[in-house]
């Protein structure tokens, strides 16, 4: 939700016992979840708009050669209900009593359950596990999303999967499509130069893992299920998301008389063992029983409780063991053997997985970049690969928008169909049509870096003064930008909850589909929708992300 779109601001009993608070664990079997039902450190929403907010206080107590493309099937919710489904309640109509003891219950059940992050008020939170913890921000009850919509969301997940893996093995593309922002964005032009000297030295990822979430928004005037953006580099949550889904479908079943919704609505989700899944696959194709999968974080890391989540299933579903590292730690602490083996603190590595490294803050000398690289000419799988990095950069988003680039990735008409009826408008900056309208127009307009993380992109009046002080420098430093078409998703009721309180707000959320898959040298291994996270913010926000502090972790309610 960091680069999502928004709309502008608008105007306008006691708890249960402890054995109603059991809810599916994410180590279950997929099957067995199905019959209960199947970015970051979270920080803060901006507190100044939360003073006018209606506070409810609660009592203090978580691709060369091409092959055929293979997509995994969507299967439908498979639900005992009539076609025509209600929306969920509107949460602002429930009874402020009644939403004390939702809030209260929802609290036990998240310390229960692990839904929790690190205090940003403490320091050690973000590095001593069980030091500090708090509830994750969460929304108090699902948000009501139209099926079909769903439904197709999760049918071209596996379709990204592919395109993603085709457009990695295209290196001539990669580098021409960004060669314009080596002189303009220092971070983009590192990752380039390390691309470069892979392409150089003909280095062949034989084994290629992608963990991925691509992110939507639904406009409300052309009900258009649009793509914000696709993550190709620490896709985060897909531990806490699991747990959201669990919490609201255990309150639903809870209050069913109150609320009078269907808890077999909301979707299931088991993103983290199907990560889990994927990561432990590709250390199997590695072939070390010895060597371990390593998670390369940040040194302060708030919202590690959904990483150790995904740690915890490698270990009891797969019995592989994870370790952490960062990158200053890897360049410490790694070598490369001459066999092309990885080995940091004397413990080979079969998989490198990323939740770090994916923003210039990131690398803070060159030790980290060193270390990047190591990675990079080693033989472990890496999650991803540089050319899968760059692979989901805004400005390879926007170029696969234009007319006939799908067509040099992918064959199947019907699947290139698919995935531009999920493009939004995308233009670089030097189609001055479209920047001479931007900058009459700005309100239909963001302006998005090459950034990852939220907080990065240029909305409103601030979209018309920096398109022409870039017209203005003339330094080409427009490359670094890429324009999109702004998307006004539909205005909704939500109660969000933080540090224990309630807030009712009006609200837009962003439905973000995970994808995984793996391949060797001969064949596909998995390529599948992977579970789902979903996000809602106060929709006077134009930026999100639960990890810059202004969206909550929701789930979804189909309708």
């Known amino acids: 939700m960091g680069s999502g779109c928004s709309s502008p601001s608008i105007s306008q009993s006691s708890s249960t016992c402890l054995a109603s608070y059991c809810a599916t664990s994410p180590f279950q079997s997929q099957e067995s979840q199905s019959n209960s039902l199947n970015f970051y450190s979270a920080t803060r929403f901006l507190e100044p708009h939360f003073l006018k907010s209606y506070k409810i206080f609660i009592p203090k107590s978580p691709f060369s050669a091409i092959s055929p493309l293979k997509c995994a099937k969507v299967h439908k919710m498979q639900t005992q209900v009539e076609d025509s489904v209600k929306p969920i309640v509107d949460p602002?109509?429930?009874?402020?009593?009644?939403?004390?003891?939702?809030?209260?219950?929802?609290?036990?059940?998240?310390?229960?359950?692990?839904?929790l992050v690190g205090d940003r008020n403490s320091k050690r939170s973000g590095t001593v596990p069980g030091v500090d913890m708090v509830h994750a921000p969460v929304a108090l009850l699902p948000m009501s999303f139209p099926e079909s919509h769903w439904n197709q969301a999760c049918e071209v997940a596996p379709i990204f999967n592919e395109l993603v893996d085709r457009v990695s093995q295209d290196g001539e593309f990669l580098q021409q499509s960004l060669s314009r922002m080596k002189k303009v964005d220092p971070f983009t032009s590192r990752l380039l130069e390390i691309h470069s000297k892979m392409l150089e030295t003909n280095?062949?990822?034989?084994?290629?893992?992608?963990l991925h979430r691509s992110d939507y928004m639904l406009d409300e005037q052309t009900k258009l299920l649009l793509q914000i953006e696709l993550n190709t580099i620490s896709s985060s949550f897909p531990g806490l998301s699991c747990l959201v889904s669990e919490l609201h479908r255990s309150l639903l079943q809870q209050y069913g008389e109150d609320i009078a919704s269907d808890p077999n609505r909301i979707p299931t989700n088991n993103a983290v063992n199907q990560f889990a899944e994927a990561l432990a696959k590709a250390w199997n194709e590695y072939g070390d029983p010895r060597a371990v999968i390593m998670f390369v974080v940040q040194a302060e890391e708030r919202n590690m409780y959904d990483q150790h989540w995904l740690s915890a299933s490698l270990k009891e579903r797969h019995q592989v063991t994870s370790i952490r590292k960062t990158l200053a730690e890897i360049d410490a602490l790694g070598e490369l053997q001459q066999d092309g083996a990885l080995v940091v603190d004397g413990q080979a590595v079969a998989v490198i997985y990323f939740r770090a490294g994916y923003a210039p803050s990131d690398y803070h000398s060159e030790s980290e970049w060193k270390a990047r690289l190591l990675m990079e000419q080693s033989r472990a799988v890496k999650c991803p690969s540089i050319s899968y990095h760059l692979s989901g950069s805004k400005k390879i988003q926007q170029e696969l928008a234009k007319p006939n680039v799908l067509e040099r990735f992918l064959e199947n008409k019907d699947d290139i169909a698919k995935l531009r009826k999920c493009f939004a408008g995308l233009w670089s900056l030097d189609e001055s049509d479209i920047v001479k309208d931007a900058i009459e127009r700005p309100e239909l307009y963001v302006m998005k870096p090459q950034r990852e993380g939220g907080g990065n992109n240029i909305y409103g009046e601030d979209v018309r003064e920096a398109l022409l002080k870039l017209q203005k420098d003339g330094t080409g430093s427009d490359a670094a930008y890429i324009l999109m078409q702004r998307i006004f998703p539909k205005i909704s009721h939500s109660i969000l909850m933080r540090e224990g309180i309630s807030h009712k707000e009006q609200t837009i959320s962003e439905l973000g589909i995970y994808g995984s898959y793996l391949?060797?040298?001969?064949?596909?291994?998995?390529?599948?929708?992977?579970?789902?996270?979903?996000?809602?913010?106060?929709?006077s926000s134009n930026e999100g992300g639960v990890a810059a502090g202004f969206a909550v972790l929701d789930s979804i309610y189909l309708v």
């Not at 391949?519 to 929709?539: C, D, F, P």
């Open 92 to 115: 602002h109509d429930i009874d402020p009593k009644l939403v004390q003891k939702l809030a209260y219950d929802a609290l036990v059940w998240c310390s229960l359950r692990g839904l």
């Open 203 to 210: 280095k062949i990822e034989e084994i290629r893992l992608g």
């Open 519 to 539: 391949r060797n040298k001969t064949e596909v291994l998995i390529n599948q929708q992977a579970g789902y996270l979903m996000r809602t913010k106060v929709s």
